[in-house]
T-cell receptor
């Protein structure tokens, strides 16, 4: 399976933008880049996903490098409710049916 | 609600007991996944169903773990002769289709504690 590398933790101030990086140098051409987050004591929650082009939705933006070997999840204005573990995951025909989570990035948001 | 529902939310079992964990996916969702999440770790894949067919069970840690989805909707994860290392949160997720370009919807999980 293609693997992803994320920092263990990051910290941000409330109402500031947050850029969460992810490296996936072994990504294949059919792999989608998915981001999920998990708030304490809850199941993971879908954030965003993309293939090649940058993506925007109501929760976040996803910036994908031109060579697709890295991506960045952008939270435009962090709130205290955004404190969670963020997982960057590759999903494609070669990775089977499942999303394979790593340890993710634990985001701390301070007021 | 219309989300993925799991029961029980909490289960305490004595070592050696059998347990059954239930997952009600979102109506009409073809794909169903089970994950195991140990404390402080990310979710680990256990098994995948497409309708009633179990297409991938490569993540089941031992033959004590068994999952079924007989009518392609509700699924049950059964753990026989529970051990302390089985203590974890068991997460169920469903997805409308079976492709890689799809969102998974997770339940809140069933927390199993084996004494």
């Amino acid at each position: 399976d293609a693997k992803t590398t994320q920092p263990n933790s990051m910290e941000s101030n409330e109402e500031e933008p947050v850029h969460l990086p992810c490296n996936h140098s072994t990504i294949s051409g059919t792999d989608y880049i998915h981001w999920y987050r998990q708030l304490p004591s809850q199941g993971p929650e879908y954030v965003i996903h993309g293939l090649t082009s940058n993506v925007n939705n109501r929760m976040a933006s996803l910036a994908i490098a031109e060579d697709r070997k890295s991506s960045t999840l952008i939270l435009h204005r962090a709130t205290l409710r955004d404190a969670a573990v963020y997982y960057c995951i590759l999903r494609g025909s070669n990775s089977g049916y499942a999303l394979n989570f790593g340890k993710g990035t634990s985001l701390l948001v301070t007021p | 609600g219309a989300g993925v529902s799991q029961s029980p939310r909490y289960k305490v079992a004595k070592r050696g007991q059998d347990v059954a964990l239930r997952c009600d996916p979102i109506s009409g969702h073809v794909s169903l996944f089970w994950y195991q999440q140990a404390l402080g770790q990310g979710p680990e894949f256990l098994t995948y169903f497409q309708n009633e067919a179990q297409l991938d069970k490569s993540g089941l840690p031992s033959d004590r773990f068994f999952a079924e989805r007989p009518e392609g909707s509700v699924s049950t994860l059964k753990i026989q002769r529970t051990q302390q290392e089985d203590s974890a949160v068991y997460l169920c997720a469903s997805s409308l289709g079976q492709g890689a370009n799809g969102e998974l919807f997770f339940g809140e999980g069933s927390r199993l504690t084996v004494l």
